[in-house]
């Protein structure tokens, strides 16, 4: 089975722009979870999508959005882009609908704000 | 208050030894225990999963859950090199759909 997949790999972006980063998750996975990763604040949870819905939401500002799509691959993307968005941004499948929190993740996009 | 605390480390032992890595939390309605491992430049891997309360065992690997002081902890015997790693913990609630992380551990084994 193949394991969950982002793209792109590596980013460099500069202020203001804006980003979208691609998750695939483990065939059959029907959650979705992005977590923002910084040296500083560790693993922070951005929001989970299920079946295309979005059921929990992180402390993050509005700049911030997902969207997950039938087929369960899911998209965030990070608008007007600041120096302190720099991160990995890490996707994250299981199998919860049941009752399994297991997470696998993916390696991650690693991006870097200019 | 952070919901989840794990003393960032770093951690040093001499290969051979026995590791302890703990964590504490706050929320009592936690249900689901996880240590996960992270290597430099991956993703984090789910490395034990335990449901509610009691120890669980695999292989050198021991993840102990106290539900009653709040406390988790996870033992590595004979600790290789190759457990060189960041060790992070993770909890959540039945139905919150959301884990927490703790800050992580890093552990160095030295050969």
């Known amino acids: 089975k193949a394991g969950v997949t982002q793209t792109p790999r590596y980013l460099i972006k500069t202020r203001g722009q804006q980003v979208t980063l691609s998750c695939s998750p483990i065939s059959g996975h029907r959650s979705v979870s992005w977590y923002q990763q910084t040296p500083g604040q560790g693993l922070q949870f951005l929001f989970e999508y299920f079946s295309e819905t979005q059921r929990n939401k992180g402390n993050f500002p509005g700049r911030f959005s997902g969207r997950q799509f039938s087929n369960s691959r899911s998209e965030m993307n990070v608008s007007t882009l600041e120096l302190g968005d720099s991160a990995l941004y890490l996707c994250?499948?299981?199998?919860?609908?049941?009752?399994?929190?297991?997470?696998?993740f993916g390696s991650g996009t690693q991006l870097s704000v200019l | 208050q952070k919901e989840v605390e794990q003393d960032p480390g770093p951690l040093s032992v001499p290969e051979g030894a026995i590791v302890s890595l703990n964590c504490t939390y706050s929320?009592?309605?936690?249900?689901?225990f996880m240590w996960y491992r992270q290597y430099s430049r991956k993703g984090p891997e789910l490395l034990m999963y335990?449901?509610?309360?009691g120890n669980k065992e695999d292989g050198r690997f021991t993840a102990q859950v106290d539900k009653s002081s709040k406390y988790i902890s996870l033992f590595i015997r004979d600790s290789q090199p190759s457990d060189s790693a960041t060790y992070l913990c993770?909890?959540?609630?039945?139905?919150?759909?959301?884990?927490?992380f703790g800050a992580g551990t890093r552990l160095f084994v030295k050969a």
């Open positions: 335990t449901y509610s309360s």
């Open positions: 994250a499948s299981s199998d919860r609908d049941r009752d399994n929190e297991k997470l696998f």
């Open positions: 929320n009592s309605a936690f249900q689901y």
């Open positions: 993770a909890m959540s609630a039945p139905g919150g759909f959301k884990t927490i």
